[in-house]
C-alpha cells in the first residue's frame, strides 16, 4: 500500500486546525497569594492592562492592574474570600464592560451592573466599555446651555451648563450632597437622565436618599450606582466610570442631557490609595500613587457638550431615522461652522435634498464630582487636583453652615468658569451684581460688628444686604423654577424687601410664589416664555410686587 505526501500532508493540517478549534487558547495562571481585595497570580505572561481575568472554581472576576516581571496583581471585582492559593485563573481576553441602556432607569445597582432593589435581573441587550477615552475637541461645543439646579444661590452666582464640570467642596456635614440630590430633584419633567455614584458611604445614608429620589418621583430618570462603606477597594474605585459609562450611552447613542454625581471622589481615591500599596506601588505625596491625578482626569474629561451633526439626505427620509450612513454624499457636517458651509456649497447640488441633524447627536453629560474636605484645607492634595481638572467649584462653608445659612455656599471662593452663558438672559439681568453686593455687604457686617454708629446709607445698604441673605436660604429638597428665582431675587435686590422684617422674609417669598402662580400666572408664563426681562415685563412685574405688598400688609 502506497502513500501519497500530499494527502498525508492535507489529513495534518486539517486535524492541526480543528485541535486549534477545540482548544482553550487562552492564557492560564495560577494565584500565588490572595487579600484584601487584590490577588498575585503567576503566569498569564501576555496578559494586557486592565484585561479582565475568571477564576474558573469559583466564578470570581477581576482586572489585571500590575504587570510585573514574574507575576501579575489583579484587583477582585467580587468576593476575594471564595479565592484560595493554587486557584487557576484564566486571561478573557476582553476589557470589563457594565449593562446600558433605558433597562437601567430608575435601578440601583452595583458597580459591575447587578441589581441591588429586588425588582429582578437588569434585560438589556446594550452594553458599554467602563473605561472609554474621552470626547475629542473636534467632537464637541461650547458649554452654553443652562443646567438649573432649582438653587437661587448657585444659579445666580455660580450658574452651571448641560457638559461642565462643576466641583461641591466643603467639610463633612455642610450639605454637599443635598445640593446635588436638589439638582436632581429639579430635572422633573425634563429631558435630562440623572445617574447619582455613591461611593464608600453608609448604606443607611444610600437609603435615604434613594427614598427621598422615590417619593419626589425622581427615580423615574435616575439610575443610582452603589459602592457603600462595606464594599471592597476595587468596586469603589470602579464605581465612578462604571456611573459615568451608564450615562454617556443616552448621551452619545441617544443625544440626550445627561447628570452624573460622583458622591465622593476622595473615597474613591481612598480606595485606589489602598489598592496600590497593597500592590506595592510607590507612594507619592500623601501616600497617594502618582497617577491619582489622571485617575481622576480621565474620568472627569468624559463630560462634554457634543456638537450637533448633520447630513444631506432625500427630501422624504424620516429624520428621525437619520444616521451617519444616511448622507447622499458620504459626508457628515459637524456643528454650526460646518453646517453653514453645508447649506452655502453642497445642498445646491443636491436638487430634492435636505440638511438633516443626526439624532444621536448634542447630547451631553454633566459632572458634580463632590470633594470632602479637613477643616476647610481646600489646598490639600486630592482637592486641588480635582479643582485643576473641572470648571468651577461650589464652596460650602462650616461656620456659614452653623450659623443657618443654608446652602452654605461661600460666594467669595464659589466660582463658575463658564458664567453668565450658562443662564437666561432674566437671571443674568437681575443677578448682575448681587456677587460684588454680597461681598461688600459682608465686611460692612463685619465692620458692624465692632459697635460703631453707622450713617443711613451704610445702615440701608446692610440692612438690604441681610435681605438678600434670607432670600438665598433655602431648605434642602425644595428646589425653585427659574422664573421664581428671578422673580424673588429682583424684588430683593431692587429694594422691595427693605421694609419687610427680616425673619418674615422667607414667609413673604412663599406667599409672593403662590400669588404669582395663581393671581397674576400670565405675567410669570411671559417671562417663563420670553426667559428675558424686557422693560414692558419689568413694569408689569413691579407692578405686580406692589400690588401683592398691599395685600399682605392688609
Known amino acids: ?109 452595583d458597580p459591575l451592573g447587578v441589581p441591588l432593589d429586588g425588582k429582578g435581573p437588569i434585560v438589556t441587550s446594550h452594553y458599554r466599555l467602563v473605561e472609554s477615552p474621552a470626547p475629542g475637541v473636534a467632537a464637541r461645543q ?73 417619593n419626589q418621583g425622581a427615580m423615574d430618570y435616575t439610575i443610582v450606582v452603589v459602592a457603600g462603606s462595606a464594599y471592597s477597594a476595587p468596586a469603589q474605585y470602579i464605581a465612578p466610570y462604571a456611573g459615568c459609562a451608564m450615562a454617556e450611552y443616552f448621551m452619545l447613542e441617544q443625544g440626550r442631557a445627561t ?12 480606595a485606589y490609595r489602598q489598592l496600590s500599596l497593597l500592590m506595592r506601588r510607590p507612594p507619592g505625596r500623601e501616600a497617594f500613587p502618582g497617577d491619582i491625578f489622571y485617575a481622576h482626569s480621565r474620568l472627569l474629561e468624559r463630560s462634554a457638550k457634543m456638537a450637533e451633526r448633520f447630513v444631506i439626505v432625500p427630501t422624504s427620509a424620516d429624520d428621525a431615522k437619520v444616521t451617519d450612513s444616511s448622507a447622499v454624499n458620504q459626508k457628515v457636517y459637524v456643528g454650526p461652522i460646518d453646517k453653514e458651509h453645508a447649506l452655502k456649497d453642497e445642498l445646491p447640488k443636491h436638487p430634492g435634498h435636505k440638511l438633516a441633524k443626526i439624532p444621536s447627536s448634542g447630547g451631553s453629560l454633566t459632572a458634580l464630582p463632590i ?15 480635582v479643582i485643576s481638572i473641572t470648571d468651577g467649584q461650589i464652596y460650602l462653608q462650616g461656620s456659614l453652615f452653623n450659623s443657618g445659612q443654608r446652602p452654605a455656599v461661600d460666594v467669595g471662593i464659589s466660582v463658575s468658569r463658564v458664567g453668565g452663558k450658562a443662564q437666561i438672559g432674566a437671571m443674568k439681568s437681575v443677578s448682575g451684581g448681587m456677587r460684588l453686593d454680597l461681598a461688600s455687604f459682608r465686611e460692612l457686617e463685619a465692620f458692624a460688628q465692632l459697635g460703631t454708629e453707622l450713617d443711613k446709607a451704610t445702615q440701608s445698604q446692610l440692612d438690604r444686604g441681610y435681605r438678600v441673605v434670607e432670600v438665598l436660604k433655602q ?12 422673580i424673588i431675587i429682583y424684588a430683593a435686590t431692587k429694594g422691595f424687601l427693605d421694609k419687610i422684617d427680616r425673619q418674615k422674609v422667607q414667609a413673604w417669598e412663599v406667599q409672593f410664589i403662590r400669588f404669582m402662580r395663581e ?14 426681562l424686557t422693560p414692558e415685563l419689568t413694569k408689569q412685574l413691579e407692578a405686580c410686587i406692589q400690588e401683592f405688598g398691599l395685600q399682605y400688609r392688609a
Open 475 to 486: 431648605p434642602p429638597y425644595q428646589p425653585v423654577a427659574v422664573v421664581d428665582q428671578v
Open 371 to 385: 470633594i470632602e474636605t479637613l477643616e476647610g484645607e481646600v489646598s490639600a492634595y486630592i482637592p486641588t487636583n
Open 259 to 270: 447628570l452624573c454625581v460622583y458622591d465622593d471622589l476622595s473615597k474613591q481615591a481612598a
Open 519 to 532: 393671581q397674576k400666572s400670565e405675567v410669570r408664563s411671559e417671562l417663563e416664555k420670553q426667559k428675558k
Open 142 to 214: 461650547p458649554v452654553e446651555e443652562p443646567m438649573q439646579t432649582g438653587i437661587k444661590a448657585i444659579d445666580a452666582m455660580t450658574p452651571i451648563g448641560r457638559g461642565q464640570r462643576e466641583l461641591i467642596i466643603g467639610d463633612r456635614k455642610t450639605g454637599k450632597t443635598a445640593i446635588a440630590i436638589d439638582t436632581i430633584l429639579n430635572q422633573k419633567g425634563g429631558d435630562m437622565i440623572c445617574v447619582y455614584v455613591a461611593i464608600g458611604q453608609k448604606e443607611s445614608t444610600v437609603a435615604k436618599i434613594i427614598e427621598n429620589l422615590r
Open 1 to 109: 500500500m502506497r502513500f501519497k505526501a500530499d494527502e498525508i500532508v492535507s489529513v495534518l493540517t486539517s486535524e492541526i486546525q480543528n485541535y486549534r478549534g477545540k482548544a482553550d487558547l487562552r492564557e492560564v495562571g495560577q494565584v500565588l497569594e490572595v487579600g484584601d481585595g487584590i490577588a498575585r497570580v503567576f503566569g498569564l505572561g501576555g496578559i494586557m492592562a486592565g484585561e479582565m481575568v475568571e477564576f474558573p472554581r469559583t466564578g470570581v472576576t477581576g482586572l489585571a492592574f500590575n504587570l510585573e516581571e514574574t507575576s501579575v496583581g489583579v484587583i477582585i471585582l467580587d468576593d476575594y474570600k471564595l479565592l484560595a492559593e493554587g486557584d487557576e485563573c484564566k486571561a478573557l481576553g476582553t476589557l470589563l464592560r457594565v449593562p446600558v441602556g433605558e433597562a437601567l432607569i430608575g435601578r440601583v445597582v
